[in-house]
């Protein structure tokens, strides 16, 4: 089982929660059931996130391991200048 | 480790990066041969001009074009009617490129002709009947958050009840009675980052400064006004040739808003004269394409200056409120901050941004950062070097600079104190690994800078600042020429000199001379996706694709070494430029040369090339400390920046000219936006300063020498240790001149621009308050 916390708007759409424990050996994974177990973040999901794990954030790499030892953190989607 | 990064252990000795090679375009640039965005012609071309609003918000009633199409020499005018929205595409993106029942800027794109010269464009744009009807207009932020403000968007955001915002009790402290409004509200969207409990740690706090800031909005000020050349043929292939900082953005964003196919738009970029995160969307692009498409002949687009400040995307101006509560040692014991953005007249302010940044320089076990995205009747804004983090930090680097000050502890020395280092939980969530703050402060505090004493009416200023640095999608080609030099074809845009440190990393991987390897910014039909040359994110990304590209080439090239000398391809490994038998079992041939090798690829098989493309990820983020001197002239209030140091972590620095020219131009980018850069709207809500007479960026003799040290704390992501250094230097100026100035006049300036007259008035009131 991962933890996985939410920050920014996310927070927002998830009703005030931060913290949801899902299934998932990858982001994608990670990100479906998350969507599956709180439809309300469905959109931004879809949208884009940025995801840190372990404290590198990952835009994109939607296969990257996940594992129930690693810090997870979902992101507004961010881009710079 | 990153999912794809099979790197090997990070590379610590060096022959060709750290160098400082010239730069391969510098002749081009100097000597005025270099092609920008409006050097590009077409036979035939048209000259494209656009038409727009004269009023900050209009409903548009009707727009007529008959007489302008009528005139000799017009070739097309369109409308938003010419460009329909497509399935899928960005609703605000078009609805930006051309108003669509509503003006929502002073600028906003109405119309547009293409004409067979510019006197004609111009009568032709002068002959469109435009009959608005002006609403009521709002560009400040705090002003568009209240409920009796002109709501831009009916509809599109929730109504929010105006008592219940931080901004009410924190900020404004003007509550209005009116909590709900029918039409909704122009507050796009809240977040909220943070941990801990920030009220239990402000009671164990010994000293709790708070204070409200605001800052206006400036431009990226590039020198090169955004500039295409369009071509639709008949057969709808259309080719566009543009000064932007993403080619492949631009091809994606134009074919959607279009409905084109992808694979019928190539783009080619220019060289580009500054960039700075304003030309990472688009403009007049899919303007010019459309006119094309409807004139069946090239169209040249090109921005005037008034143009680029009325109509691209200038930053957010903020509203800002933070609170920091210390221990008597310095300990920061909880941190909050209220920030409030205004993005123009859509949504998508960079608060969120903002507030990750605000605090992300400190380790704070109570912190809380409320965002506000707002909109107003201002041109969209759009991305500018480190996207809203110089305004947080601005506020919160202030607040701390007042408590070092109420504290008696040194500038830098509270700053050691609470200071993020690797296992620091951030601000913003996740937990840093690696990262070189703590050098940038030791780095500062024994640089010479900071022992110069100071005289009479100077003072030093103090700031640190982050930007989180990004990385992305990446794809790269390097081919060996039949002589042994190399053609290496990127896909990012040099916005900051990549194309030299490309060519030494690729020089570095390959033992061979930096002369031998040429690096081309390719176009789109020639590449693979890459991203924008954005978020300090091009030598990291593309660097680490060269890198794998070359030793892709590498494998190939020891292949080659093999079946010529008859080993396996195990056999042969690469040293100093040539393929060598591996060991004493491989046999004992003579190394080929990589000139050899090229000189035979014809016959042993053909031509020799490397790919690598990759999403990139593991971009280290950057920290970085500024100190700064200045003088205050008390009779006039005018300032002089006496010295200025930059110091910042580039985990290694491959071309460390072009590191200090990143650390030098944020600086000199940030003094401005202390100094005078702002823009000035009128009653009527139109821009009063749109030129470079009226806007003020800094010119050489505004500024010193910008000194620079680079620490370099390698980033694990990078097979070097490279992280990004475009951003971070514009965190900490507007912070570090401010409290450079409190410290030389005895009061906290808190509002930028501090333009000679609002210092003298802050001067004048410290002498009344005296009397």
């Given amino acids: 089982m991962l933890k996985v916390k939410l920050g920014g708007t996310l927070v927002n759409k998830a009703g005030g929660r931060t913290e949801f424990e899902v299934e998932g050996a990858n982001i994608m994974q990670m990100l479906r059931n998350l969507g599956r177990t709180c439809p309300e973040l469905e959109p931004m999901l879809k949208k884009g996130v940025s995801v840190a794990v372990d404290g590198q954030i990952y835009r994109d790499a939607m296969l990257q391991p996940l594992g129930p030892e690693n810090e997870i953190i979902l992101l507004p989607r961010m881009a710079g200048g | ?771």
């Fill in chain 2, 1 to 771: 480790m990153p999912l794809d990064a099979n790197t090997p252990d990070l590379r610590t000795e060096f022959k060709s990066v750290g160098t400082r090679p010239n730069r391969p375009d510098g002749v081009d640039k100097v000597t005025g041969r270099a092609r920008f965005g409006a050097d590009f012609s077409a036979p035939g071309q048209l000259v494209g001009l656009v038409l727009r609003s004269p009023h900050a918000h209009a409903r548009i009633k009707s727009i007529d074009t008959s007489a302008a199409e009528a005139l000799p020499g017009v070739k097309a005018v369109i409308t938003y009617k010419d460009i329909p929205e497509q399935e899928g595409c960005d609703k605000d993106v078009l609805v930006n490129i051309m108003a669509r029942g509503t003006a929502l800027y002073d600028g906003h794109a109405v119309a547009a002709v293409a004409a067979t010269d510019a006197a004609v464009a111009r009568k032709a744009l002068k002959l469109i009947k435009v009959d608005y009807k002006v609403l009521k207009h709002v560009t400040d932020v705090d002003e568009a958050m209240k409920p009796s403000a002109p709501v831009l968007h009916p509809g599109r955001f929730e109504p929010v009840d105006y008592n219940s915002l931080e901004t009410a009790s924190h900020v404004s402290g003007k509550q209005e009675t009116k909590t709900k409004t029918r039409e909704g509200s122009n507050i796009a969207g809240r977040y909220v980052f943070g941990h801990g409990d920030v009220d239990k740690g402000f009671k164990q706090a010994d000293i709790i400064v708070e204070h409200e800031f605001k800052t206006e909005a400036t431009h990226q000020g590039y020198i090169e006004p955004h500039a295409c050349v369009a071509s639709v043929s008949s057969d709808g292939m259309a080719e566009l040739w543009v000064c932007t900082q993403g080619p492949f953005m631009v091809r994606d964003v134009c074919a959607s808003l279009l409905g084109m196919d992808v694979s019928r738009l190539r783009v080619t970029p220019s060289e580009i004269g500054g960039g700075f995160g304003g030309k990472t969307t688009v403009f007049i692009e899919p303007v010019a394409l459309a006119l094309s498409r409807k004139a069946g002949k090239p169209v040249k687009v090109v921005m005037s200056r008034s143009e680029v400040f009325r109509c691209t995307g200038p930053t957010s101006s903020a509203s800002m409120w933070v609170k920091i509560g210390a221990k008597k040692d310095g300990t920061f014991v909880a941190a909050d901050a209220v920030l409030k953005y205004q993005g123009g007249a859509f949504p998508g302010s960079p608060v969120e941004m903002g507030a990750m940044c605000a605090f992300a320089c400190y380790d704070l076990r109570n912190v809380r950062i409320v965002g506000y995205d707002v909109v107003t009747n201002r041109p969209k804004q759009a991305a500018y070097r480190a996207p809203g983090a110089p305004m947080s930090a601005f506020a919160v680097e202030g607040v701390i600079g007042e408590i070092a000050d109420k504290l008696g502890i040194d500038a830098i020395d509270i700053r050691l104190k609470n200071a993020a280092k690797e296992g620091t939980v951030s601000s913003y969530g996740p937990t840093f690994g690696p990262v070189g703050l703590v050098e940038t402060l030791e780095a500062a505090k024994a640089h010479k800078n900071y022992k110069v004493k100071l005289g009479k009416n100077q003072g030093r200023g103090v700031a640190s600042g982050f930007w989180f640095n990004f990385a992305g999608n990446t794809c790269v080609s390097i081919n060996l020429n039949v002589d042994g030099t190399l053609a290496l074809a990127l896909g990012t845009v040099d916005i900051g000199g990549s194309r030299a440190s490309m060519c030494l990393m690729a020089a570095e991987e390959l033992g061979i001379a930096y002369d031998d390897v040429r690096a081309i910014i390719a176009d789109t039909s020639s590449l693979g996706y890459n991203d924008i040359s954005e978020g300090s994110r091009v030598t990291f990304s593309s660097g680490l694709a060269t890198i794998k590209a070359v030793r892709d080439l590498k494998k190939r090239m020891c292949g080659r070494a093999a079946k010529i000398w008859g080993i396996p391809e195990d056999a042969v490994k690469w040293e100093n430029g040539a393929a060598h038998p591996a060991g004493a079992n491989a046999g004992g041939f003579d190394p080929l040369s990589i000139k050899e090798i090229a000189a035979q690829a014809s016959a042993t098989g053909g031509p020799l090339a490397g790919h690598y493309e990759i999403n990139a990820e593991g971009a280290g983020p950057s920290f970085a400390t500024h100190v700064c001197d200045v003088e205050v002239d008390p009779e006039t209030g005018a300032m002089k920046v006496l010295r200025y140091l930059v110091v910042q972590d580039a985990g290694k620095a491959i071309h460390p000219s072009y590191v200090e020219g990143q650390y030098q131009g944020g600086a000199v980018q940030g003094i401005g936006w202390v100094l005078n850069e702002e823009y000035f709207y009128g009653k009527d809500g139109t821009l009063q300063n749109a030129g470079f007479l009226d806007y003020r960026i800094p010119v050489c003799s505004d500024v010193p020498m910008i000194d620079t040290v680079i620490v370099e704390v390698p980033n694990p992501g990078h097979p070097y240790g490279v992280r990004g250094v475009g951003e971070t230097s514009i965190v900490p100026p507007l912070a570090c001149v401010a409290n450079a100035v409190s410290s030389a006049i005895g009061v906290r300036a808190r509002t930028l621009p501090m333009s000679p007259p609002k210092v003298l008035a802050a001067i004048e009131g410290v002498a009344a308050s005296k009397a």
